[in-house]
């Protein structure tokens, strides 16, 4: 008796599961790729309750971001500002304008104003503000360019790889201390006999720094990581506590 199928039909099983294979491997290749917070998270801006532009607070009036944030220095969470905070201000400034009225009614009720959190870290990982501002990363490393943003959005993943990049190499990311609220300073700000007499140089370097024309951030970077003996953690316990 001939075959009901032709010959050729033999190799669908094989060449569907080969298709499924395929398929499987590229839907597990792209989640793992983009379902991840640089591709989830940075670029989320929020509308708020109260349109807060930090450019011009910031970068035209010349506020301190610890003015708001008073407890980035001291704790392990920073804080949003409270309604008196605001209220020390504009009691007497912009007072009429109704853009603040969630702020004036906050301020007549006693109930804080509901702001959307963009930053607030899973209960399962410990970080400490305080821990990192006080040795040399700025609030720029981690929340981008905020005193040029009009309304604040997600800068940076904040994903454990992002974080364990910083752990592993912090010599690209730390600052002399008197700059970590500066969100625009550059390494080129930097200069060389200054700072070398401030923080010297690190040990296993022959060449003058101080006599340099410009310092690179990698050299600000290793001398700080030196000179303050920063050693991030890499391991789970770092983190998951």
């Known amino acids: ?37 640089k591709y989830t998270k940075v670029g989320y801006q929020p509308i708020q309750p109260v349109p807060f532009p930090h450019d011009i607070h910031v970068t035209q009036l010349g506020m301190d971001c610890r003015y708001c944030h008073s407890f980035v220095e001291v704790a392990a969470q920073s804080n949003v500002p ?31 104003v509901e702001w959307v959190w963009l930053y607030r870290t899973v209960d399962y990982v410990y970080y400490n503000h305080s821990a990192h501002v006080n040795r040399g990363i700025s609030c720029f490393s981690c929340h981008g360019a905020v005193n040029h943003m009009s309304v604040v959005h997600i800068a940076q993943p904040h994903s454990m790889a992002w974080c364990l990049d910083c752990h592993r190499h912090p010599e690209n990311y730390l600052r002399p201390d008197d700059q970590v609220f500066n969100l625009d300073w550059k390494p080129e700000d930097v200069k060389p006999a200054e700072f070398v007499a401030k923080y010297g ?41």
């Open 1 to 37: 008796m001939a075959n009901f199928f032709p010959r050729w039909t033999n190799w669908i099983p094989l060449k569907v599961i080969v298709c499924v294979i395929v398929i499987a491997c590229a839907l597990t290749g792209a989640t793992w790729y983009y379902a991840t917070p």
């Open 201 to 241: 140089q690190p040990s296993d370097t022959r060449e003058d720094f101080s006599k340099k024309k410009q310092l690179t951030q990698s050299e600000i970077g290793q001398t700080l990581k030196e000179r303050w003996k920063i050693t991030p953690p890499t391991n789970c316990q770092g983190c998951h506590r």
């Open 82 to 112: 409270n309604t008196a905070t605001c209220m020390n201000c504009h009691t007497q400034v912009a007072k009429d304008n109704p853009k603040l009225q969630p702020v004036q009614e906050s301020w007549k009720s006693g109930q804080p």
